[in-house]
T-cell receptor
């Protein structure tokens, strides 16, 4: 079974702090994604990566950056957290061929005070 | 822009059948996914349609009409554990990105 893990289930940070969210997948998937999920807005893509050191902006990249130094790990960085970044953050990965089914991690609920 | 619409909420009775609709208007199309998401949990894959027609998998079936930009998820013999959100997502091209609808929250009542 594909396993996608995220470093924290719950996180509380203060405005202006730098925040790192880590995601690791164990199935040698090419593609990795970061989404945020908010009530009424569904899942919105922040960034994705289709290879090590490669990244592409999604629909809402402002205020975020990403890092993919190793194939299995994809990090989301909030350079200076703000209250409007309070959300559920979901990481996903996909093989990169075939149906492109995405497998999701358990999510990190981030609260910025 | 991309537009994927699904009802926000639905209610159904245990043992019944429910159909959750999804319509899409997107710049490309390379398949449509349905995911199930229980509260506080990660979305999990239910079905994938790339050709027109019905795909059946146990109690769940998914239908696609590409010409109409329309899909539905059919849940039969509803159980209480089917109470969850159901997410429709379109793969826009042969690449990697999925665009999600807002999700439909299904409540199953006894």
């Amino acid at each position: 079974d594909v396993k996608v893990t995220q470093s924290s289930r719950y996180l509380v940070k203060r405005t202006g702090e730098k925040v790192f969210l880590e995601c690791v997948q164990d199935m040698d998937h090419e593609n990795m994604f970061w989404y945020r999920q908010d009530p009424g807005l569904g899942l919105r893509l922040i960034y994705f990566s289709y290879d090590v050191k490669m990244k592409e902006k999604g629909d809402i990249p402002e205020g975020y950056s990403v890092s993919r130094e190793k194939k299995e790990r994809f990090s989301l960085i909030l350079e200076s957290a703000s209250t409007n970044q309070t959300s559920m953050y979901l990481c996903a990965s996909s093989l990169g061929t075939g149906s492109n089914e995405q497998f999701f991690g358990p999510g990190t609920r981030l609260t910025v005070l | 822009g991309q537009n994927i619409d699904q009802p926000t909420e639905m209610t159904a009775t245990e043992g019944a059948i429910v159909q959750i609709n999804c319509t899409y208007q997107t710049s490309g199309f390379n398949g449509l996914f349905w995911y199930q998401q229980h509260a506080g949990e990660a979305p999990t894959f239910l079905s994938y349609n790339v050709l027109d027609g019905l795909e059946e998998k146990g109690r769940f079936s998914s239908f696609l009409s590409r010409s109409k930009g329309y899909s539905y998820l059919l849940l039969k013999e509803l159980q209480m554990k089917d109470s969850a959100s159901y997410l429709c997502a379109v793969n826009l091209n042969a690449g990697n990105m999925l665009t999600f609808g807002g999700g439909t929250r299904l409540m199953v009542k006894p």
